[in-house]
């Protein structure tokens, strides 16, 4: 009893910490609306040096909230990306922030007319634990880049990397620019309520469907980055090893912990024993063994580790052939370790198919023709993302045109979230709103219209009292 009452007194301290820190950051916003573009690059160089200087200790602390995690994964999918956004931004943040340029119609003239891209003032960042490095620099970036304030909120599940993100960001930021709110549920709750003039949620769709509920009363414009099911494709002729070893790093990256990790395959009929086979013979060449193998993610919490036995046991009891890959044959069971498990046999009754897996399982689908695999894909919620593994340009450009999905890879996985100059964002039940590189500086900006008129008033043949012969020229004119 004692404890939670603690426990509620804690939560409802940083509850009205963070209501503070929202409060100081839209008054300063007010005092300064519009950040120079030199001060928004020296804002970024500042967080690019920050994390340069704490890259082991960040190593270190992303590692301890999963258990284990590798060291290079942390430096190829989260340090590396969070960087390399920062050096396109750096570069291009001038001409974005440029006025645009319109055309003004021959009946309004002499006048001009620009488009003027504002800071829309404070920011909220809703990050996962999955790369909770690289899902608050990212959004972050793009937030300073177009001259907002910032708030992020952390996951519970990373509480290590979340006090270091804390520690980092003070050192070169005031909390009225860039603050990191902690706590659990109720607090995340809290801080979806808030009345941001934007808001950056990463996560679960299920979660996502709440954070938009509370960002509507506030008329807030929600960015929506959620996940789903998504499907890589094998085409029938595609070499089975090309797809096999890009499918087995997109699926073994953080244990298959990856939102747009590959969710499962659909392969020919006819080629699904061979591609099996090939899939397996490359999981084992990656991870060749998996209890002490570095290289080899834990999955993060007990939670999320019963629940992906859970989808074992469900699959297991309904037929599916389950192939676990473990070269070694090491006992896993008393770790958080799940070795990369291949799935044959499976249904759509199974749970493994129904929820997005967010772990390291691959069921594989046969499929009889192309189109019967583009309808079961057309059938379900929009994938955030969608992978086609054939080398036929014909195909690939059908793929690209009659799918749906927040983005897609022709013969590879994962890597279009690295391209800074492509948007990145879902679509349907994958989430809404994109950001990354210019798309981002335009998601957190306002695009204000500005029609500018100086002394001489080109209009006055359209005022009242109505009537006259320069009136009746307009007309002729322009209604037609």
Request: net charge neutral; charged share 20%.
């Amino acid at each position: 009893m004692v404890a939670d009452i603690a426990y509620l007194q804690e939560q409802q301290q940083s509850i009205s910490r963070m209501q503070a820190l929202f409060e100081s950051q839209r008054a300063a916003f007010r005092k300064a609306p519009m950040p120079s573009a030199d001060d928004r690059i020296r804002h970024l160089k500042a967080l690019k040096q920050a994390i340069l200087k704490h890259q082991q200790t960040l190593i270190t602390a992303i590692s301890e909230d999963f258990g284990r995690r590798s060291a290079d994964e942390t430096r190829l999918a989260e340090i590396m990306p969070s960087l390399e956004g920062i050096h396109y931004a750096c570069k291009h943040v001038k001409r974005w922030m440029k006025p645009s340029r319109r055309k003004v119609g021959l009946a309004f003239q002499p006048a001009k007319a620009e488009v003027v891209y504002q800071p829309v003032g404070v920011v909220g960042i809703i990050v996962p634990w999955n790369y909770p490095l690289f899902l608050a620099i990212g959004p972050l970036v793009t937030a300073l880049s177009a001259g907002n304030r910032a708030m992020i909120k952390m996951s519970e599940s990373s509480p290590r990397t979340a006090a270091v993100l804390e520690q980092l960001l003070s050192e070169i930021f005031p909390e009225e620019q860039v603050s990191v709110v902690t706590g659990e549920a109720d607090v995340g709750v809290a801080f979806s309520k808030l009345p941001f003039d934007h808001l950056l949620f990463t996560g679960a769709t299920s979660i996502g469907r709440h954070v938009m509920r509370a960002a509507a009363d506030n008329l807030t414009p929600v960015t929506l980055e959620l996940g789903g099911k998504s499907p890589a494709i094998i085409s029938a002729d595609v070499p089975l090893n090309d797809a096999a070893e890009r499918i087995a790093f997109g699926k073994g990256v953080n244990a298959g912990q990856t939102c747009v990790a590959p969710d499962y395959i659909l392969c020919p009929r006819n080629r699904v024993e061979e591609f099996t086979q090939a899939l397996f013979r490359q999981f084992a060449q990656m991870y060749p063994s998996l209890r002490d193998n570095a290289d080899f993610t834990q999955i993060i919490n007990p939670r999320q580790y019963q629940r992906l036995q859970g989808y074992l046991s469900d699959a297991a009891e309904k037929g599916a052939r389950i192939l676990p890959v473990n070269p070694a044959n090491e006992e896993l069971g008393d770790t958080r370790i799940i070795a990369p498990t291949l799935l044959l046999d499976v249904s759509d009754d199974m749970k493994v198919m129904q929820d997005e897996i967010f772990g390291p399982l691959l069921p594989i689908l046969p499929y009889d023709s192309l189109d019967a695999a583009l309808d079961y894909i057309a059938e379900r919620p929009r994938p955030l993302a969608l992978y086609y593994f054939g080398y036929d340009k014909a195909e690939q450009r059908r793929l690209m045109e009659q799918t749906h999905a927040g983005g897609m890879c022709i013969n590879d996985a994962l890597l279009h979230v690295a391209q800074d100059d492509m948007p990145f964002g879902g679509i349907g039940a994958s989430g809404m709103g994109h950001y990354h590189g210019h798309e981002g500086f335009l998601t957190m900006s306002k695009a204000k219209g500005v029609y500018i008129k100086q002394r001489y008033n080109g209009a006055k043949p359209i005022y009242p009292p109505y009537g006259g012969a320069l009136l009746k020229l307009v007309y002729k004119l322009f209604l037609r």
